[in-house]
């Protein structure tokens, strides 16, 4: 869950950046002027920032003031969306996504989200520490504020719906808005904490991730990165549900689009591969049969490189011996290593990688397509200064290290 911060200040804030004032923002929601400005002084110690330069006639936003006004409007623009695609038909500009919007609590969105994530109220009660009737006051009083079946109710618990996890996801990269805010705010301190959350994708070059790391360790010390190994489906889903920054490997064919953009770093087209010292390797000239006659060892189906082994596969005189099916890259190079079988692998693995010295890659023609490496990220994703400075650096690393045959 995001750091805990007080949405109705939030709102209030804005309420005082758009009318120019603590005056006018307090006439402009109905508040008295005290109690506004109680709740920017409330605001400003906890971003640990002076966030208005309070002037007789009104106020101006500081330095400081605006860079978090920024990632407020974008959080309430996020909300205004999620309510606008839950309700199916609303514009962002009706003053019921509005009103709506400004009704939901703290509390009623994070008991949302939590069961949407973890699949239950009791669970959603075990991860936010609260008792499973908070959980479920919360779960009706949100569903009351927005008219829409958010939860499917059973017997032995209650779930998200599918509007509801929709609804959830979106709420969630909202929030996320004032995480990061935390962050350029500390930026534009000079100081160098932050964090970027990195999924990993198979055959991707370790090192190239490592260096960058260690170049943004050098410039900012106290950053914070961390890696996430998964299939692309999994990595694709935490990415949408701001629970990873961005997504490194292979690009997709066609391309995802939608709420996702991606961006080419290197190209790295796949080689057929086998252990050093095995009977093919070295060889000038390998035919389909001295192909047909190995073992072969294949990611699982729901992969791209399974899609092109088995075109490849299909192009032999006979379909060879399939004896592993992984999706473990750890256990085919394994198998690699200690026996005659055959596999596809990217030409960076080969190059870059430290068991790559174990490997060899065969002079046969590597299969027809074009495998690029790249960059996954949101579309509307907005990065800290330490997540661009880790994003330049890797640019850099994989401009620098691509495979010399890439092409």
């Known amino acids: 869950m995001e750091e805990a911060f007080s949405l109705r200040r939030l709102f209030l804030f804005d309420a005082v950046c758009r009318t120019g004032g603590i005056g006018q923002g307090a006439n402009s929601v109905g508040l008295s002027q005290p109690a506004v400005s109680q709740a920017m002084a409330k605001l400003e110690a906890h971003f640990g920032a002076l966030l208005l330069d309070r002037r007789h006639g ?42 709506i919007c400004r009704n939901l609590t703290d509390t009623q969105i994070r008991c949302h989200i939590a069961i949407a994530q ?81 999924g990993v994708l198979p055959l991707v070059p370790r090192r190239w991730l490592a260096r960058a790391m260690g170049q943004l360790l050098r410039i900012h010390p106290d950053a914070v990165v961390s890696f996430w190994e998964g299939a692309h489906d999994r990595m694709l889903a935490d990415l949408q549900f701001g629970k990873i920054d961005i997504m490194v490997g292979a690009l997709r064919d066609p391309r995802l689009g939608g709420s996702v953009v991606e961006v080419d770093l290197f190209a790295d087209p796949y080689v057929v591969v086998v252990r050093r010292g095995h009977r093919l390797a070295g060889r000038p000239a390998i035919t389909g049969h001295d192909l047909a006659g190995c073992d072969w060892v294949v990611p699982q189906t729901d992969m791209p490189r399974r899609a092109v082994i088995e075109a490849m596969l299909a192009t032999l005189p006979r379909r060879p011996r399939v004896v592993v099916e992984t999706s473990s890259l750890a256990m085919m190079t394994a198998m690699l290593t200690e026996s005659d079988c055959v596999t596809l692998l990217s030409r960076s693995q080969i190059s870059h990688e430290d068991w790559g010295k174990d490997l060899e890659a065969l002079a046969v023609a590597a299969p027809k397509g074009r495998r690029m490496v790249g960059l996954t990220m949101r579309q509307d994703w907005l990065a800290t200064p330490v997540q661009q400075a880790f994003i330049d650096h890797l640019f850099r690393e994989c401009r620098d290290g691509a495979p010399a045959n890439a092409s």
Request: proline share 3%; aromatic share 2%.
């Open 58 to 99: 009104g106020s101006e936003l500081t330095r400081q003031g605006l860079i978090l006004h920024r990632r407020v409007r974008r959080m309430l623009n996020q909300m205004e969306q999620a309510v606008a695609v839950l309700l199916d038909g609303p514009a962002l500009s009706s003053p019921l996504v509005g009103k």
């Open 118 to 198: 973890a699949g239950s109220a009791a669970e959603a009660a075990r991860l936010l520490r609260i008792s499973q009737p908070a959980v479920h006051r919360a779960a009706r009083e949100i569903e009351h504020t927005v008219q829409v079946a958010l939860y499917r109710r059973r017997v032995h618990g209650v779930s998200a719906t599918g509007p509801g996890m929709e609804f959830a996801r979106r709420l969630r990269l909202a929030l996320h808005e004032i995480t990061q805010a935390l962050e350029d705010l500390s930026a534009a301190r000079g100081q160098t904490r932050g964090r970027i959350s990195v």
